[in-house]
């Protein structure tokens, strides 16, 4: 009995340590604050990668949406509901991710929203951006893996990162990516 009780402690530490030898730290262990406004890293992953490899297929988008405060979202979810007016958002509040500074909502400037959205979507995803689907075609948001749950329970994901760097380069200088860019930078034919 002795030598199983051994076995089993032996088997469990080895167990431990191996998990802790291949285990990715990616979320942080610090829980955050309800924000104020958008993620920075976020941003910068739409403004040096997704607007830029848009506008280098062609599309000139706009940010229709980003930040909402959980009373501008209940209000948003209210419509419809117990507030005159179509229902706009299935997502009460705490259970958006605008709510977190994680999402954004985009248009065309003269399109508005008669686009390619399978087209954007594929931008979206090269950048690390994830669609809102059929029944949100405007919505890219990044929860790298977390619910709207965790992201309440003050969770956050990992830092996005570009996909190459050429894009901060043209950032930094304040110039748009081209064609050409997205061929060095390896990226799909969208």
Not at 46 to 56: E, G, L, Q, R, S
Not at 61 to 82: C, H, M, N, P, V
Not at 112 to 130: N, P, S
Request: proline residues 7%.
């Amino acid at each position: 009995m002795k030598r199983l009780l051994w076995g089993v402690a032996i088997l469990a530490t080895g167990i431990f340590l191996f998990s802790r030898l291949f285990a990715r730290e990616s979320y942080s262990n610090v829980i955050a604050p309800l924000p104020t406004g958008m993620d920075p890293n976020f941003m910068m992953i739409v403004n040096d990668c997704f607007m830029p490899t848009a506008k280098a297929v062609g599309y000139d988008l706009r940010i229709t949406a980003e930040f909402r405060s959980f009373a501008e979202q209940k209000a948003i979810y209210d419509q419809g509901r117990t507030e005159n007016g179509d229902i706009v958002s299935e997502a009460p509040p705490g259970h958006s991710l605008h709510n977190y500074g994680y999402a954004v909502d985009v248009a065309d400037e003269t399109a508005g929203y008669r686009l390619d959205w399978q087209k954007l979507v594929a931008i979206g995803a090269y950048c690390g951006l994830e669609s809102g689907g059929d029944g949100d075609l405007p919505h890219f948001e990044y929860r790298g893996g977390l619910s709207t749950d965790q992201f309440l329970a003050g969770m956050r994901p990992p830092p996005l990162v570009l996909p190459c760097p050429l894009m901060a380069e043209k950032a930094k200088a304040g110039q748009p990516l081209t064609l050409a860019d997205l061929k060095t930078c390896k990226a799909p034919k969208f």
